[in-house]
């Protein structure tokens, strides 16, 4: 009760969702799996550069590679289709030992039809681009073109033939994300008179209910515009967009059904569709519309780039809904924003996956990680190594995120039986030979009533009981140095074997337990505390 009490108050005070979500990414065998790992550059495909991007999977001690398929080559003449780039992709990333996310890099390729085969470009009466209200065309194919979807579709039953034929024993590829940060680049709607056609047709009744907020809607009539306000284009082209899309996956899903997302290209909050990012895409205002329009797509992602906090959380509370798990496709690799928003996303949203875009660009000139890099790479290591405590404690209330955002030297959690207060900057408590600290940061879970796993880097932590409600001299019993410093029973080092089975690598006693428990460059330590800590009796009257 008091355990709820506080999460209430916790996730009012933070602005924490603490619903259940659940896993999306499963293994063959059919375990959970926490998706970590990262996207190679666009072109990578089918090339040396692959390797690269596979060893900085490794380096980021994830399990997936993301890595696109292309139209084009899939579909080189007009239903003439050659599936060997998307073959071999399979096996070269089976061969690492890594998963696999296959990026559909079709119709919409950030908006652009970059991918799309040249019997499509050199057709635009057939395979119509959307045009801006003076008649001119943009570059992005129209959502409103049958053409376009029915040939985009085809590929695709065919891409997921493909995948079922290589893959469908051995579980490689885990998922397909379907076309890439899609929606119109360079206007906020087809202008064309077939969409004008679809727009004067006013919202459909499926739409029914959904409200867009700050639309400022007179709510008049069913028309785009009564509705959906100074939204009405982007709803509109988000509705459209996302039924092409949705056609396109279910067809793929009749083949081989796994699951399927589609990412967002973000503009910050409150930016506009079609200038700030690609209009139609489902971002945060329309995430409702592509609910109800694509119901065989399972998740909606944010690609999210900005380092600032305030940005990324606005991005993962908006997209960790009952009817969405967060998944972060593609996020930046580099700096300490980097290292602390992996954290963020995987301990504080409790997302099922998170991504870096780039992996190539993460090796210097001698094909090591970079610099700038390689803390993120350490909280991944943290992620990957709790990941059978996040799976298992998703949506409890008992995982929490350490995080040192600026100016913090330390941040306290509070829990039903204790006051725990994480330090930063340890070395003047512990050794640590680097140079310089990174910004502290780490996962803390609580197991049991007295139990805590903590993983981490540049974290200590003080666990300080709570006064018992009913005792009357509370402060007594917690004062003394048993109750405090010493108030342990065990603190062990160690990590989770592959039945995630808890196997013991050190125990710590004695100067490496005097003062705080601390986690360096992402060791997991098990702390069992004393039951008696802090309890009437523990110390002699
Ligand atoms: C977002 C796109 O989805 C990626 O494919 C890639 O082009 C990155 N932007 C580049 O920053």
Redo the contacts with the bound molecule.
């Keep these: 009760m008091l355990a709820e009490k506080l999460h209430e108050l916790e996730s009012q005070l933070y602005n924490i969702h603490y619903d259940r979500k659940e896993t999306l990414y499963f293994l063959k065998q059919g375990r959970p799996l926490l998706v970590t790992g990262v ?1 190679c550059h ?1 072109s990578s495909t089918g090339t040396g550069m692959l390797q690269d991007a596979i060893q900085v999977a490794k380096e980021f001690h994830g399990n997936v590679l993301e890595a696109p398929v292309y139209w084009y080559l899939l579909e080189p003449q007009q239903n003439v289709y050659d599936t060997s780039h998307v073959r071999e992709l399979i096996h070269t990333v089976r061969k690492a030992g890594l998963h696999l996310v296959i990026l559909w890099f079709a119709t919409n ?2 908006g652009h039809p970059n991918y799309a085969p040249e019997y499509i470009k050199l057709d635009p009466d057939t395979y119509r681009l959307a045009v801006e209200p003076d008649g001119l065309p943009v570059p992005s194919l129209s959502p409103h073109c049958q053409a376009t979807l029915r040939a985009d579709q085809k590929t695709f039953v065919e891409l997921m033939k493909c995948i079922k034929e290589e893959d469908g024993d051995c579980g490689t590829v885990l998922a397909v994300q379907v076309e ?2 899609a929606g119109l680049g360079g206007t906020d709607r087809d202008y064309s008179q077939a969409a004008q056609r679809d727009f004067e047709n006013g919202v459909p009744p499926e739409l029914e209910g959904v409200e867009i907020p700050d639309s400022g809607a007179s709510m008049r009539d069913n028309s785009w515009r009564g509705r959906f306000g100074r939204h009405a284009n982007e709803a509109f082209t988000a509705w459209h967009q996302a039924r092409y899309i949705g056609e396109i996956a279910a067809a793929g899903k009749q083949v081989y059904n796994i699951p399927m997302y589609v ?1 967002a ?1 973000l503009g910050h909050p409150y930016s506009e569709a079609g200038m700030a990012y690609n209009s139609g895409g489902p971002t945060v205002r329309v995430l409702d519309i592509w609910k109800k329009a694509a119901p065989s797509i399972d998740l909606l992602c944010p ?1 999210i ?1 900005m380092p600032c906090r305030d940005y990324y959380t606005h991005f993962c509370q908006a997209y960790s809904r009952e009817d969405n798990a967060l998944f972060i496709p ?1 996020s930046s690799f580099a700096g300490p924003s980097a290292a602390l928003n992996v954290i963020r996303a995987a301990a504080q949203y409790e997302a099922v996956g998170v991504c870096c ?2 992996a190539e660009s993460a090796l210097d000139e001698t094909g090591s990680l970079r610099e700038d890099v390689v803390d993120t790479a350490v909280s991944f290591q943290m992620v990957r190594n709790m990941a059978p405590l996040l799976l298992q404690y998703h949506g409890t209330g008992h995982i929490h995120a350490i995080l040192q955002e600026e100016f913090m030297d330390q941040q306290l959690i509070l829990t039903e039986g204790f006051r725990i207060v994480a330090h930063f900057d340890i070395r003047r408590r512990i050794p640590d030979t680097r140079e310089t600290l990174p910004r502290g940061r780490g996962i803390l879970v609580q197991t049991g009533e007295y139990e805590f796993y903590l993983t981490g880097d540049n974290v200590a932590l003080d666990f300080v009981a709570r006064p018992d409600p009913e005792e009357e001299m509370p402060r007594f019993w917690l004062a003394c140095r048993q109750s405090n410093q010493l108030n342990f029973l065990t603190v062990e080092e160690g990590h989770f074997d592959e039945q995630n089975q808890w196997v013991v690598d050190f125990r710590r006693n004695g100067d490496e337990t005097n003062y705080e428990t601390y986690a360096r460059k992402g060791e997991v330590v098990r702390i069992r505390l004393n039951p008696k800590m802090g309890k009437k009796g523990f110390v002699k009257a």
């Design positions: 996207q666009n390729k950030n890439n940060e990412n290209m690609d780039y593609e875009f780039g």
